[in-house]
């Protein structure tokens, strides 16, 4: 009988065998074995000349031409704790799903249970962005990975230890040679963020009720979206200057002067990155695209809501800057005296940056047998999963 038992868990558990899935995911076409995304933005020009906040300006390039293969192998490893050196954090810890690929925290807690630097940023659209982290400090998704996956406060491993876990996993190895069929040696440090990147650049979010109405249908926002969007765009408050649709951000380094926590000393962010004084206070603009799910706001999570962050915009030119503190705030940084009627419709505008219609699937069983984190209520506080593997 006991015998029958394993006999039949074995079939099961080989009838759910991990394949790759061979075609490109959602918005994206399939030429020569790669994707490559299609949007009805990619028709537009692109920003050069042409104002800001207009409707019809193009997008960026994308990093795209990644395999289906690669991306499904990404997505395997972006939700396995396999990835960290105690088993216990994957990327999708910090990035959830669910939250806008946030965690819904000031500042993320990994490994050690103490809070990191920044809070995690939300990753939709993320294969667009020329520079990652708050302070820009990497230029590609793949020197970005390493970040998280070395770093001792987050996922705590050493490339070693990596590489070890992913070879003495079968299921890995059958995995990455899928994935890199060109290959000897699938399995390596940059095949694991290139997957990781070829994953996370199939985010996409770029059809929301705003993009309805960008595109023409207008009945897409309500009269008070429409009324928050024409402030938004406005001379007076130059939000689109910086997060400039379609993406929501013109990429730039904007001084801006947003408050520390309570408690917390200045974060120089990108003066660090480029040792350039005039850059102290410095940070990434980041998208607004699907702001609404990935709230606290700002490098450090000091604003609990949306109105709060809105407001900061008007409470006075450098008003939170430390006393003795020099930081050159950006020139679109002003005093646009909104009144409490045009806080409420912008971020009712926001409201409307909300598209979530690609969510990935996320996987059930895992290539390393671990469980998947992101698909049970632990994640919704990395901090309790953290105890949980002290008690070991
Ligand atoms: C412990 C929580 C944590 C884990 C685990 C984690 N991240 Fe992050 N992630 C963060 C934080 C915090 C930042 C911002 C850090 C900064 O800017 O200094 C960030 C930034 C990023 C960014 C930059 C986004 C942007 O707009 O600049 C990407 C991409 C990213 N993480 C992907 C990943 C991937 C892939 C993994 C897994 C290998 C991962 N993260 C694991 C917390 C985490
Ligand atoms: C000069 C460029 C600039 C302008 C103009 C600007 N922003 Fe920002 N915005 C930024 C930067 C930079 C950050 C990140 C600052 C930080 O983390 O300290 C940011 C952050 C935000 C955030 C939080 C995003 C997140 O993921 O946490 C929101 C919301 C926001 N801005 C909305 C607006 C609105 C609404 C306006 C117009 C009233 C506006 N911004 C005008 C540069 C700008």
New binding site residues.
């Given amino acids: 009988m006991y015998r029958l038992l394993v006999l039949l868990l074995l079939i099961a558990a080989n009838a759910q065998a991990i394949e790759l899935k061979q075609s490109c995911p959602p918005s994206f076409e399939e030429r020569e074995g790669r994707c490559y995304l299609v949007s009805r933005y990619q028709f537009f020009d692109s920003m050069q000349g042409k104002g800001v906040g207009g409707t019809h300006t193009g997008l960026p390039p994308i990093r795209d031409g990644f395999s289906p293969a690669q991306i499904d192998l990404g997505r395997y490893?972006?939700f396995d704790p396999i990835?960290?050196r105690d088993h216990n954090?994957?990327?999708?810890?910090?990035?959830q799903p669910q939250r806008g690929f946030s965690?819904g925290m000031g500042?993320?807690?990994?490994?050690t249970g103490e809070p990191?630097?920044?809070?995690?940023?939300?990753?939709w659209n993320?294969g667009f962005?020329r520079?990652?982290?708050?302070?820009?400090?990497?230029t590609s998704?793949e020197e970005?990975?390493r970040?998280?996956?070395f770093?001792p406060?987050?996922?705590a491993n050493t490339p070693k230890q990596l590489l070890e876990d992913l070879s003495n996993s079968p299921e890995y190895e059958q995995l990455f040679a899928t994935a890199f069929p060109e290959q000897d040696r699938a399995i390596s440090i940059s095949n694991v963020?290139l997957a990781?990147?070829a994953f996370?650049s199939s985010l996409i979010s770029l059809n929301s009720r705003y993009d309805q109405y960008a595109l023409g249908y207008h009945q897409a926002l309500s009269e008070q979206e429409i009324k928050g969007m024409n402030v938004y765009r406005s001379f007076v408050a130059r939000c689109a200057e910086c997060h400039t649709p379609p993406l929501f951000t013109n990429q730039q380094i904007a001084v801006i002067g947003t408050p520390e926590p309570e408690g917390l000393p200045l974060d120089i962010g990108a003066e660090a990155t480029f040792d350039a004084p005039k850059l102290k206070g410095g940070f990434?603009v980041?998208?607004l695209r699907n702001i609404v799910n990935s709230g606290p706001y700002m490098?450090s999570g000091r604003f609990d809501n949306l109105e709060d962050a809105v407001r900061f915009y008007t409470q006075g030119r450098g008003h939170a800057v430390p006393e003795g503190v020099d930081m050159q705030i950006h020139w679109h940084i002003w005093e646009p005296n909104l009144s409490d009627q045009e806080i409420t419709d912008i971020v009712a505008f926001l409201g409307a940056l909300t598209d979530e219609s690609l969510l990935p699937e996320i996987p059930t069983i895992l290539p390393s047998g671990l469980m998947s984190l992101a698909s049970t209520n632990q994640s919704l506080s990395?901090n309790a999963n953290h105890k949980e593997s002290e008690h070991e």
């Avoid at 990191?116 to 990753?123: I, N, S, T």
Wanted: glycine content about 8%.
């Fill in positions: 490893l972006f990835l960290s954090l994957s990327c999708a810890n910090c990035h965690d500042r993320s807690v990994g490994a990191v630097k920044r809070g995690a940023p939300g990753l993320v962005l520079r990652l982290f708050w302070d820009a400090r990497a998704l970005q990975a970040g998280p996956l770093d406060k987050e996922m963020t990781l990147a996370q990434k980041p998208s490098h990395p």
